[in-house]
């Protein structure tokens, strides 16, 4: 029996899109692969720590006679800030907490603080004076065309990756880079946003103006605060004034005395409530059961002829192109009607009809054929194809009409011996 053959048009639409999805899947994994990890602690370090770190940057500075103080949270950048103007470098400001949003906006004498690619986190603690306009897939070259002489002689630097909109155009003191570069005076202190981290990394640092922008960005001051977090840090907890809390007090007698610690812990009316639902859930289900008694016959819903049946059965099969089923049911029909033929007392089967050496051999002598030929239309015959199959069902219609034939031939020739 062939198996049936499964149509694969579903192929022809889900294939396109699996390519376009591992497509995006290859360059999303890519692109995030490329992306530095502000939580390594070795991201965006004036240390050297490999491509993601920036140790360059910190030894330009260092040769350009700049003072870098490295802290490690949000408290020590505010002290130190306090002695002075100061650079204020934070590569990962989503780390902060909303403290140093309060405290730098209070420091006096000047300052400026240099955030790089702030994102959700510090749009919400830091009170930003300005709101992403845009977002580019990767970083793209981009020239300054801004009025700040140090960033113009930069000139063209990879930094077109975010691009900030001031709330309003009042106290706006840099937008350079088509806004990659955004800064506004708020009191005493410059905030500074930068929508890239290639300048500062060792790894891009040396594409185009990259490192003339950073050293431009931090170097207004001699002094710079390099806040190194890598971590959130976390929120001051609230201090709750003590609530006095009413005294209970419960007498020890015991409203049961069974001695079970389990039972003496509710009330005796629980257990009563509890018996009555566990009685009455017992007779719903004695309600609900089937009564006892002997089977009690139902009429069918639906009465449906035989033929239609073998109707719908065989446009089942040739909708499925099951020849080879097709053949097998036809066979075994005539089978059993060619056994019950020749051995009318034979009980009737219920499996698949065997077909034996010996029922050929009665068969072969019954129609007058050979037994290979009989062998070969109850056995051997196959449906490659409808016309193999039509083919096929003629030889058996032909074999079984002939040992009908002769059957009748062989009943009626006894009758009329026994009449004679």
Request: proline share 7%.
């Amino acid at each position: 029996m062939t198996k049936v053959r499964k149509s694969r048009r579903w192929l022809r639409a889900v294939i396109p899109f699996a390519v376009f999805g591992a497509f995006w899947a290859v360059t999303a994994v890519a692109h995030s692969l490329e992306q530095p990890t502000l939580s390594n602690p070795g991201t965006m370090a004036p240390v050297p720590v490999g491509a993601d770190g920036s140790s360059r940057l910190a030894q330009r500075l260092t040769s350009d006679g700049i003072t870098i103080e490295t802290v490690t949270s949000s408290a020590a950048a505010l002290r130190a800030a306090s002695a002075g103007p100061a650079t204020i470098f934070v590569p990962a400001p989503d780390f902060l907490s909303y403290e140093f949003s309060l405290g730098v906006r209070q420091l006096a004498g000047g300052h400026r603080v240099v955030l790089v690619k702030p994102g959700v986190r510090a749009q919400l603690f830091q009170s930003l004076p300005a709101f992403p306009d845009g977002e580019r897939w990767a970083t793209k070259l981009a020239a300054p065309n801004c009025g700040d002489p140090l960033l113009d002689e930069a000139g063209v630097a990879s930094l077109r990756r975010v691009r900030y909109q001031g709330f309003d155009g009042s106290g706006t003191t840099l937008y350079c880079y088509g806004g990659a570069v955004f800064g506004a005076q708020e009191g005493s202190t410059e905030i500074v946003l930068v929508g890239a981290t290639e300048p500062f990394r060792n790894e891009r640092i040396g594409e185009a103006g990259n490192e003339a922008v950073a050293v431009a960005l931090l170097s207004r001051y001699p002094r710079l605060i390099w806040v190194d977090l890598h971590a959130n840090e976390p929120l001051p907890r609230a201090e709750l004034p003590e609530l006095e809390l009413p005294a209970y007090r419960r007498d020890n007698t015991r409203q049961n005395a069974t001695g079970n610690q389990l039972l003496d812990a509710f009330p005796s009316g629980l257990w009563a409530v509890l018996l009555v639902l566990g009685a009455a859930a017992v007779l719903l289900a004695f309600a609900r059961a089937r009564r006892l008694g002997g089977p009690v016959p139902e009429p069918l819903p639906v009465l449906v002829p035989a033929a239609e049946a073998v109707t719908g059965r065989g446009r089942l099969y040739q909708r499925a192109q099951a020849r080879d089923a097709t053949l097998d049911a036809l066979r075994a029909s005539a089978v059993r009607r060619i056994a019950k033929v020749l051995n009318p007392f034979a009980p009737p089967s219920t499996g698949a009809p065997v077909i034996s050496d010996e029922l050929i051999r009665d068969i072969a002598q019954r129609a007058g054929r050979s037994e290979a030929a009989v062998r070969a239309v109850l056995t051997e015959a196959t449906a490659t194809d409808d016309a193999a199959l039509w083919s096929a069902v003629a030889d058996i219609d032909e074999l079984e009409a002939a040992v009908l034939t002769t059957a009748i031939d062989n009943s009626g020739h006894h009758h009329q011996g026994g009449s004679a």
